[in-house]
């Protein structure tokens, strides 16, 4: 056909001439011209190729480039064309600004309150009343004051405006940091994606950002396309353009009838070669994106959309996404300050929590605040009598305005803004350190759910397997070799027909080059099965490179590539004397049934009927895959020269073959994996094999990775007899018939991608048992992308794996090593505790904090915690020790316990007895200390004492003691399941050391030097070493605690649920087109609650058969956790955050056929 188009060129010389005029920089082609050229498709696409260049080919030479040489590999050219035809790459929307999320911090309810309350304080301490009448005001100035004390009356303010000052710089910091972490983490994965371009006829791996246009690029299955091209010349390519059109069909690219690849497309089948024509924002990915790229209400849009476009020109902007947009949600955390949109099962159960705690916090604060007013204006007013006098106006406001702070303070310790930090901290931290043990994390919270697994479902091959396939043993001209065969035992006809049939029917870029370094293995490029075969060829003592010259790819007369569906790939040469012939490759037992002949030990052919088959079945190919051997039957037909059949009829052409040889190839198990599965089962984690191979393989090597251990009760079931047993009659899958299959299930073999999804899904959806699954899957190829999408937490091979399974994942495994998951799971369950952890600390801080605050105001009409060391308690209970206790590192016993699964509450009864327990403890120290504690150490008592009198030292004593007491708490939190231990391993967290003495330090230098602002006195030697007395007792109160059994504390209740039963269902009926204006409605309107308090006991029951049957509970449990933040957060919404909701669960919506809505 290419030769065709040319000579018609020499038909027409003159317009031709005309054509090549040059335009762009020398360039035949302008922007322009290419990106109209781009948009068109199909045949408008061709006859637009025609008119303008003759041909591809024509096409090339206007972009002065080779279609098989490529480009030359000039750094001037290059530079050339990226000037004139831009970059591979979208530019990222830009990060936000250190003052910006300065500016975001400030915007937090209580911290403006502050503000405002200081800064009334400060205005009203330079107002002085005049002197002489401050008598009739009563005894409120108290007569203790010195001209210097009236003068300090500003410091409380100004110390209160630092602190909010450093409280925010600290919450901007870790925003900023992690941020820049998540930018670091998006660079890396762009630069991890390479595309294969010929440059001087070399094969070279280039980074995506590096194409160019007139690059000539090797498009292959499993390929994300990473700029738009032309094809010049393809075998059996299929794409699936749905990213762009929406089509959900493969569409069939060929040269000569629909030659245009866009960015952002998918190859599900064949291969090919084609020239670069549009980059960056020319291509059609880019184009969209810039189109939506217009305002802050786009941007939320483009990010929705992203998820579907998102093509590898996608990834140059934002991370790759799977189809929950958990990244998005990242960025736009901050706006709108709502909590982050996801799936997370944490963060749900976390902000349900908090907003409870606040509220209850709100309660505390107004209730002190009115009580001290009430008090001090019955004891002025009413118990001495004065009348109020307008001079007095200020001083009295000015007690106000101190009862005011008072109230604040104890919201601002009650409401525990530490939370959401000691999240992201831990979350940020583990993805840090999960990239050292080979975790590629790309979602946040996979990290957290991964401790929550309870399934893993695992590809074989790679992931179990080393994926360095070897021929082991093989049966040709009659005999069974159990090694490789010596070359001179084999005819040579038969040796010759079997390095043809391997050397071309095989793709062409998978080849054995020449190991990297001195002893280490060859190294296998491609396809490993081929690879196999390929080695084969070579311990023949042949080479496959000489055949490959002498037949060159574009001789090949017709390619079927391989795919999941046909499991064989055939290829068509053209003989010298005009007839054809055809080398197949596949499955034994499928390329089998379609030979008629077979080879003898002379090379002749000799009939093959179905008895020998069955013979050669039980013979040969049973006993290889018992030994765990993956069956490759190698097979030819000739065709004479005048029967061309029709090479679209595939099923004629591939049939009636003659049986060259059947070999067995080996990819052994992994030497670390039987461990690895070992720590899982102990983890409570079960682990199943999934596979494509057949049955016997599959089962010998889940015996050798331990998956099924003899003596047990397992199912190893093959894609067809698992299928039979979960369909009704009707072929429908139905969930009680699933559920009677996957608990036993262990190995399902020669599975097809769609079995592993319905697995998958079944698993998720299932509610038997006594607590939900939740599911990891592993996967590789293009065809695991559905399951991988439907998982809680799907890993991808960053080796081996296909773009588009990376693209659907939300973990790429670096190494793709097995051992790599187990390390997930120990992350993913240490990011739960360390904010258990955390939690336990915080609460037990907060429980204090407020009661001291509240009975101190009430008793003494003062608090014995002033404003400025509260929130020096806030700031390092709750910034610093979520950074102490987020940060530890995991140990192997987080791998000796079962999984929480998904409704375990955050706050076990263990820890609520410790909560209590050192609350207790404590607030009993404490009020001695106020009570009685001038006796005790023979000081001034500090209760009392009138407004601007300088701080007592008994005050400094009970704050100094809090504060020790919380430093020593810190260390009792380090643990939560009651263990004894709590110094175990602190050395290896020096974080938590930094902090516990860094608080300890500065904690000295306040109470020493602190003086006015810190309303502290110095303190004695003595003195002090009562404070630490005390904390020390924290820790033997805290071997105490861990006497009690829980079990008879039948009184703690658990706190920190996920969402409950009935709560999820109503939820789930918003699932469909609704759900935007639901979340809207409900948010404007709060009658509508009501109503649906009246409206769910109707649909309640209907409700709870429906989803039986279909759409998955888990999308509720996403969406109720993001409704309830935003119904906390309706204050500070902006409308686009909602854009997020809808896009937030495609899969489940699917699930949902119906819609269902409610009013």
């Not at 599975?751 to 998958?760: A, C, G, M, N, Q």
Request: hydrophobic letters at 40%.
């Amino acid at each position: 056909m290419g030769d065709m188009a040319n000579s018609s060129i020499e038909f027409h010389p003159k317009p031709q001439q005309q054509r090549d005029v040059p335009q762009a920089g020398g360039f035949g082609c302008t922007l322009a011209e290419l990106r109209t050229l781009m948009e068109l498709r199909g045949a408008e696409a061709l006859q637009k190729i025609e008119e303008a260049y003759g041909d591809v080919s024509g096409l090339c030479r206007r972009l002065k480039t080779s279609p098989t040489e490529g480009l030359a590999d000039n750094t001037n050219d290059l530079e050339k064309r990226r000037q004139i035809y831009g970059q591979n790459f979208i530019p990222p929307k830009q990060p936000k600004t250190f003052l910006q999320l300065v500016w975001e911090a400030l915007q937090d309810v209580t911290l403006i309150i502050l503000e405002v309350a200081a800064i009334v304080s400060l205005g009203l301490s330079f107002y002085a009343p005049p002197g002489e009448e401050s008598e009739a005001c009563g005894n409120v100035s108290g007569g203790a004051e010195d001209e210097g004390e009236a003068e300090a009356g500003w410091i409380e303010g100004a110390a209160i405006l630092l602190s909010v000052i450093c409280v925010v710089l600290v919450t901007a910091f870790n925003d900023w940091s992690k941020e820049k972490q998540f930018r670091g983490l998006q660079s890396r994965i762009e630069q991890e994606q390479k595309f294969t371009v010929i440059r001087n006829g070399q094969l070279l791996q280039v980074p995506v950002a590096a194409l160019v246009v007139g690059d000539i690029a090797q498009v292959k299955y499993g390929d994300l396309l990473p700029a738009d091209g032309v094809l010049i010349q393809a075998n059996d390519l299929k794409i699936d353009e749905s990213s762009l059109t929406g089509e959900s069909d493969h569409v069939r690219k060929s040269a000569d009838k629909d030659p245009m690849l866009l960015s952002g497309t998918h190859v599900m089948e064949g291969s090919g070669r084609m020239v670069v024509t549009a980059v960056g924002v020319n291509s059609q990915t880019g184009i969209i994106f810039t189109l939506l790229g217009a305002g802050g209400e786009e941007e939320e849009k483009k990010d929705k959309k992203a998820k579907k476009q998102d093509g590898a020109v996608a990834m140059e902007m934002q991370p790759l996404k799977s189809a929950e947009g958990g990244e998005m949600e990242e960025r736009e955390k901050k706006k709108a300050n709502a909590p982050k949109k996801e799936k997370s099962v944490l963060q749900g159960k976390l902000t349900k929590l908090a907003v409870q705690i606040g509220k209850a916090g709100l309660v505390m604060s107004a209730i002190t605040v009115i009580i001290l007013v009430l008090y001090f204006v019955i004891e002025t007013f009413v118990v001495e009598g004065r009348t109020w006098l307008a001079e007095c106006t200020p001083v009295y406001v000015q007690y106000f305005v101190k009862f005011f702070i008072i109230g604040v303070t104890v919201l601002v310790v009650a409401v525990p803004e530490g939370l959401p930090l000691a999240v992201t901290i831990s979350l940020a931290y583990s993805v840090k350190k999960m990239m050292k043990d080979n975790n590629l994390v790309r979602h946040l919270d996979a990290c957290e759910t991964m401790g929550n697994a309870t399934a893993i479902c695992s590809d074989k091959t790679g992931t179990l397997t080393t994926n360095r396939m070897t021929v082991v043993q093989s049966y040709l001209g009659d005999t069974h070799y159990k090694e490789i065969p010596a070359p001179s035992a084999l005819t040579p006809k038969i040796l010759d027909l079997l390095v043809h049939a391997i050397s071309i029917n095989s793709a062409y870029t998978t080849k054995i080059l020449p190991p990297e370094k001195e002893g280490a293995l060859p190294r296998q490029v491609g396809n490993k099965t081929e690879c196999a075969l390929l080695g084969f060829v070579l311990d023949l003592k042949r080479d496959f490179q000489p055949v490959r010259e002498q037949i060159p790819e574009d001789k090949l007369y017709k390619v079927y590539t391989f795919n999941s569906v046909r499991k064989s790939m055939s290829t068509v040469i053209r003989m010298p004397d005009g007839g054809f012939r055809l080398f197949s490759k596949g499955a034994s037992e499928i390329l089998l049934k379609k030979c008629t002949n077979i080879l003898n030990s002379n090379g002749e052919l000799r009939g093959f009927r179905p008895r020998d088959r069955d013979d050669m079945v039980r013979k040969i190919i049973e006993p290889m895959a018992c030994d765990g051997l993956r069956t490759i039957c190698i097979a030819y037909r000739d065709f004479s020269a005048g029967q061309e059949p029709d090479w679209d009829n595939e099923n004629e052409v591939v049939g009636d073959l003659t049986c060259i040889a059947v070999v067995g190839i080996e990819d052994p198990v992994r030497p670390e994996v039987p461990e690895a599965i070992r720590k899982c089962q102990r983890a409570g984690i079960t682990v199943r094999m999934v596979t494509g191979d057949n049955i016997n393989t599959a089962r010998a090597i889940a015996a050798k990775c331990g998956i099924i251990q003899p003596g047990e009760d397992f199912l190893c079931l093959e894609g067809k007899e698992f299928n039979r047993r979960i369909r009704n009659e009707k072929g429908e899958i139905e969930q009680e018939r699933l559920d009677k299959v996957w608990p036993k299930l262990r190995v399902l073999a020669r599975s097809s991608p769609t079995d592993k999804h319905t697995l998958v899904k079944g698993i998720i959806d299932s509610t038997t048992g006594e607590q939900r699954q939740v599911v990891a899957v592993t996967g590789d190829g293009t065809n695991d992308g559905p399951a991988l999408k439907k998982a809680d937490v799907g890993f991808a091979m960053g080796i081996a794996g296909t773009d588009v399974a990376k693209e659907a994942s939300d973990i790429i495994l670096t190494d793709d090593n097995f051992t790599s998951i187990v390390k997930a799971v120990m992350w993913g369950r240490n990011v739960y505790d360390s904010i258990s952890k955390f939690l336990q600390f915080q609460l037990t801080v907060n429980v204090v904090a407020v009661i001291v605050a509240f009975t101190g105001a009430c008793i003494t009409q003062d608090s014995p915690l002033k404003a400025v060391q509260m929130l020096w308690v806030n700031l390092i209970m709750d910034t610093f020790a979520s950074l102490a206790l987020a940060t530890e590192p995991p140990t192997e016993s987080l791998l000796l316990r079962k999984p929480y699964g998904r409704d375990k509450p955050l706050i076990s009864r263990t820890m609520m007895k410790n909560i209590l327990g050192h609350a207790v403890y404590q607030l009993a120290i404490i009020f001695t200390l106020l009570f009685v504690g001038e006796l005790f150490f023979d000081i001034d008592s500090g209760r009392n004492a009138p407004l601007h009198s300088p701080p007592s030292e008994h005050y400094t004593i009970i704050f100094n003691t809090f504060v020790m007491m919380q430093l020593f708490n810190e260390i009792n939190a380090r643990k939560i399941h009651g263990e004894r231990n709590v110094f175990d391993g602190i050395f290896s967290n020096p974080i938590f050391c930094t902090i516990v003495l860094g608080t300890f330090g500065i904690q000295i230098v306040i109470v020493q030097f602190g003086g006015k602002p810190f309303s502290c006195s110095p303190l004695s030697t003595e003195q002090w070493l009562w404070c630490l007395f005390v904390g020390v007792g924290e820790l033997v109160w805290g071997q105490v605690i861990a006497t009690i059994p829980t079990s008879q504390l039948k009184c703690l209740k658990e706190a920190g649920h996920g969402p409950g039963k009935d709560e999820m269902t109503d939820e789930e009926l918003a699932e469909g087109e609704e759900e935007i204006d639901h979340a809207e409605r409900e948010l404007r309107r709060g009658q509508i609650l009501w109503f649906r308090g009246l409206n769910r006991i109707q649909t309640q029951m209907e409700v709870v058969s429906t989803f039986k049957r279909s759409g998955s509970v888990q999308g509720a449990v996403r969406r109720r956790s993001s409704v309830l933040s935003q119904l906390h957060d309706v204050t500070n919404l902006s409308t686009p955050t909602h854009a997020i909701l809808s896009a937030a669960n495609p899969t489940s919506a699917a699930g949902n056929p119906g819609g269902e809505s409610v009013p």
